[in-house]
């Protein structure tokens, strides 16, 4: 054969023996390429739905294979220039099979202001080109809110006063893991701790404490919640001023009468409570400087309601030199707690039978002398009549 040919023979020989593997490359491009067209995102999970301000969470992309034939996946990774991804790429080689899904989970920071951001998820094929998908990321700087519904104007010392808070959620997504807690120095609160739970957006619900202050102080609400992962803290201050409450229950004595027998003296009147608040156990006795004597001791009154009265009648001795003695009232609130209030009383001077304040005092000795001078002029007009005979 000669030379030439022989050339010519080997060169189409090798031209066989390479077409044949790059046909098959060229196949292998066309069918990864067609295959990579066929996946796509199908679901995206952002936890929490709605960040705050250096919350951290999750980004979950969900991806599908709608094609006949598997897909290797070399490379998934999510990036963004303001939300820091602080979760590792996916870096090692994978196949996702015809009609399979796939998850892949990225840790995300946002140490960011309030907006909205778009971080990229990226899906690198190995036989094709690549997959982008951004995923919406709302960053929210609006935090749990706090407001006082009601509260007294004045606290009274060792008094349980009701102070009711409201907790409301202003955000887009729900709050978890809601509790309350109040604080403050020499302030007893029940309970100790309101557990809220979970607030969906614009829901609120109120949380009420059993209050007892011991002075003046600050009272402190603190709500301590989560954001997905991330707890956070709010609070309110609200200003405890001790004092004489505005409601509390006012005993007052009135049509006060003192009789003298001897040396006892018998007190009646009535006493009314004038406060908004009732007057539980409601006794009358008489204080210093007289000696409570039988029958009545003490007089038990039991409870008023606002506006309601009753009578009293107690009985006690003094010393010849005493002119005014005190009338003690005592009562107690819902709590226990026991109040005091004393009545000065004028006694009647020795001799007298019956004194009394007011508008009837001294009426006996006026209806005597009345009494009196009709029977001098009844008498005067028999006896003139008489003479006149």
């Not at 705050?52 to 969470?57: A, C, E, F, K, R």
């Not at 614009?202 to 954001?227: G, H, M």
């Not at 009578?311 to 010393?319: D, I, L, R, W």
Request: overall charge negative; glycine content about 8%; charged content about 20%.
């Amino acid at each position: 054969m000669p030379r030439a040919a022989t050339a010519a023979a080997i060169a189409v020989a090798v031209t066989l023996l390479l077409a044949v593997p790059l046909a098959a490359a060229a196949e292998q491009v066309q069918a990864g390429t067609t295959g990579a067209a066929q996946v796509m995102v199908t679901n995206v999970t952002v936890s929490p739905e709605v960040f705050m301000p250096g919350d951290s969470g999750t980004i979950t992309v969900e991806v599908v294979n709608n094609g006949a034939q598997s897909v290797a996946i070399r490379r998934a990774t999510l990036y963004d220039e303001k939300i820091r991804v602080a979760s590792l790429p996916y870096e090692t080689t994978m196949y996702l099979g015809a009609g399979n899904r796939m998850r892949f989970t990225f840790t995300v920071r946002a140490s960011v202001p309030e907006g909205i951001y778009y971080p990229v998820f990226s899906l690198d094929f190995r036989d094709a080109g690549y997959l982008r998908y951004p995923v919406k990321l709302r960053v929210q700087d609006q935090p749990l809110a706090l407001a006082v519904l009601s509260k007294p104007d004045v606290f009274e010392g060792e008094k349980r006063e009701k102070v009711e808070i409201l907790v409301g959620n202003p955000r887009d997504n729900t709050l978890s893991g809601i509790t309350v807690t109040p604080t403050g120095e020499g302030i007893d609160a029940t309970p100790s701790q309101a557990f809220v739970g979970s607030l969906a957006p614009d829901q609120s619900q109120k949380v009420t404490f059993l209050v007892t202050p011991r002075s003046s102080a600050t009272l402190e609400f603190r709500a301590d919640y989560y954001n997905g992962i991330n707890p956070h803290t709010e609070a309110i201050r609200v200003p405890v001023t001790v004092g004489r409450s505005k409601l509390r229950a006012e005993p007052v004595i009135s049509n006060v009468r003192v009789e003298r027998s001897g040396t006892t003296y018998t007190l009646t009147g009535d006493v009314t409570n004038a406060g908004l608040e009732p007057a539980n156990a409601v006794i009358v006795t008489v204080g210093e400087g007289a000696v409570p004597r039988d029958p009545y001791r003490q007089y038990v009154v039991g409870t008023l309601q606002p506006d309601d009265f009753a009578g009293f009648e107690v009985t006690f001795s003094a010393a010849g030199n005493e002119t005014r003695v005190p009338v003690v009232v005592t009562h107690k609130d819902t709590d226990g707690n026991t109040y005091t209030t004393v009545f000065p009383v004028d006694l009647p001077a020795a001799g007298s039978r019956a004194e009394g304040e007011g508008p009837g005092q001294g009426f006996p000795y006026l209806v005597a002398g009345v009494i009196a001078a009709s029977a001098a002029v009844v008498c005067g007009a028999v006896w003139y009549s008489w003479r006149r005979r």
